[in-house]
């Protein structure tokens, strides 16, 4: 897997502004302001200036405000329903609901639209988790099934699905689902373990997990280990050659679609050691195409040419005319690591103790970008019976991927050969 460089650098050239903070001479009531925009204030200054009191959220008044609550609400449900799988949150919740539903008719329309709402995307998120769950119960390493069926497995991807084209439109179709099930707040559960704003305590006792962010990056490490495996598993030269051949056609594809991540992990299943040693079969292989999709997702410059093509694919997704042209998947986990890098390289307060509200804007437009993409449609026709190979095929281990790769093209020194002999010996029983 490529690594993201240091992102000071990146960070630097973004245009943030240390010193604008110095600048600011605008302040109401210990808040700070930068062309009518809030950038810091302590947080005593930011309660008093959020939460409600006797002045001017009385009993009686509830009618006046209702509708801002409502839209409140609405906009709360819509962008973070997965707050609301807590009991407590969603006991909460249908009381303030209540008590607005009592008063017009038509919020209590709103309210229960609302509700219907929140609801139908609770059922459609623990539905797609027991999938997830049931796909993970039952899968099967791919050496396991050789050495007990071997006739169980005869099939290849170019058997099942000849044009690649259509594979990248399948992979595509995965991509965005899976994209689709990940809340904003995950990206904060994933690297906040205590209070953002005071180490000392702790913020989520009860801690809701990351589960479909995590199931999106293991589904890029399947990828990428479903391609060694296809290259890996053919007896013949010219045929591990064609599998090859196929797999640079689909991640260019990939590439055209928009689909970094899928283009990203068959980049990195075909340059994992087992498959990049297999020198004899690389030979009979046209690089070409290959060449220009790794100089495209190249690692130098913290990734400068993926980045290009990202805001090119982005630039293009604002001005679509169709469902085709909006796809934009990046690289998902360079994207956590930037996330992950502009969350631990500036501090959550300044140091006068305001709340760094730049560090939170700049976090909140990445995010936002993403809930952009993700909520796209995919255009494509599925075909189950090819996203059912991809999902649930067995696939080899790193030391299965090793012994076919030693199978195939024997060791070349001395330190393969004796690993090559511990393999057959634990995994085939063979000495």
Request: net charge neutral; proline share 4%; hydrophobic share 35%.
């Amino acid at each position: 897997m490529p690594q993201t460089p240091p992102f000071s650098a990146m960070f630097d050239s973004s245009g943030y502004n240390r010193n604008l903070y110095q600048s600011a001479e605008d302040s109401c009531g210990g808040l700070y302001y930068h062309d009518n925009n809030l950038l810091s204030g302590s947080l005593e200054a930011l309660i008093q200036h959020l939460v409600p009191n006797v002045d001017y959220y009385p009993d009686n008044q509830m009618r006046k405000i209702a509708p801002k609550i409502l839209q409140l609400l609405t906009e709360w449900t819509e962008t973070f329903p997965y707050d609301f799988r807590d009991e407590r949150m969603m006991r909460n919740l249908k009381d303030l609901a209540h008590r607005i539903a009592s008063g017009e008719e038509t919020y209590r329309k709103n309210v229960q639209q609302m509700m219907q709402c929140l609801i139908r995307k609770l059922a459609a998120l623990s539905q797609y988790e027991e999938v997830l769950a049931k796909i993970s119960s039952t899968s099967t390493d791919r050496l396991t099934v050789l050495k007990t069926k071997p006739q169980s497995i005869q099939r290849d991807i170019i058997t099942v699905c000849s044009d690649p084209y259509t594979l990248a439109q399948q992979l595509t179709h995965i991509e965005l689902e899976r994209l689709n099930y990940i809340g904003p707040e995950e990206f904060v559960q994933a690297f906040v373990q205590k209070d953002p704003l005071d180490n000392d305590k702790s913020c989520y006792s009860d801690r809701k997990k990351t589960r479909n962010l995590e199931a999106y990056v293991e589904w890029f490490n399947r990828l990428s280990y479903l391609v060694a495996t296809e290259i890996c598993m053919p007896v013949k030269k010219k045929h591990r050659a064609r599998m090859i051949e196929y797999f640079i056609d689909v991640a260019r594809e990939c590439f055209n679609i928009g689909n970094f991540n899928s283009l990203m992990a068959i980049i990195s299943g075909m340059n994992m050691s087992p498959v990049s040693r297999l020198k004899k079969t690389w030979a009979k292989v046209k690089t070409a195409k290959f060449d220009i999709l790794e100089h495209q997702m190249d690692p130098s410059s913290n990734f400068y040419n993926y980045r290009t093509a990202l805001r090119g694919a982005a630039q293009r997704s604002l001005t679509a005319h169709s469902s085709r042209e909006k796809i934009v998947i990046p690289f998902f986990s360079l994207l956590i690591k930037d996330i992950y890098f502009l969350n631990e390289g500036c501090a959550n307060r300044l140091p006068n103790g305001h709340v760094n509200f730049e560090k939170f804007w700049e976090l909140a437009k990445q995010v936002s970008e993403f809930m952009t993409w993700k909520q796209v449609e995919c255009p494509f026709e599925r075909d189950r019976k090819i996203l059912q190979y991809l999902l649930t095929v067995p696939i080899f281990s790193e030391d299965a991927l090793y012994l076919a790769s030693y199978e195939s093209e024997g060791p070349e020194n001395h330190i393969e050969k004796d690993r090559w002999k511990s393999l057959r010996s634990s995994l085939l029983g063979r000495v």
